[in-house]
């Protein structure tokens, strides 16, 4: 499902028109990406939630020349699914 999709069915589920569902979507991806960037985790219970982690600094090799690299620490998404979430997809 891409963007288009999910905001079509965001519309139809919820009754609203396309364009409000568009802003809906939106602001929820504006707040999550702003709380993350402070720190902060999202827990939406049921769904899951998301948290940033440091990825330690690692070696890796460049897949064109074969050569040795390393792989700079930095700073990830991670998002660990609801029981909800979790159980409806098995």
């Known amino acids: 499902m891409n963007k288009a999709e999910l905001i079509e069915a965001m519309a139809q589920q919820s009754g609203l028109s ?8 939106e602001a929820f991806t504006s707040i999550v990406s702003d709380t993350l960037k402070k720190g902060d985790k999202v827990g939406l219970v049921g769904f899951g939630t998301f948290t940033v982690v440091l990825r330690n600094e690692r070696a890796g090799i460049n897949p064109t020349t ?3 690299i390393q792989i700079p620490a930095k700073n990830v998404v991670k998002f660990k699914p609801g029981m909800e979430l979790a159980t409806a997809v098995e």
């Open 18 to 25: 396309k364009g409000d569902a568009k802003k809906a979507l």
């Open 66 to 68: 074969q050569a040795r």
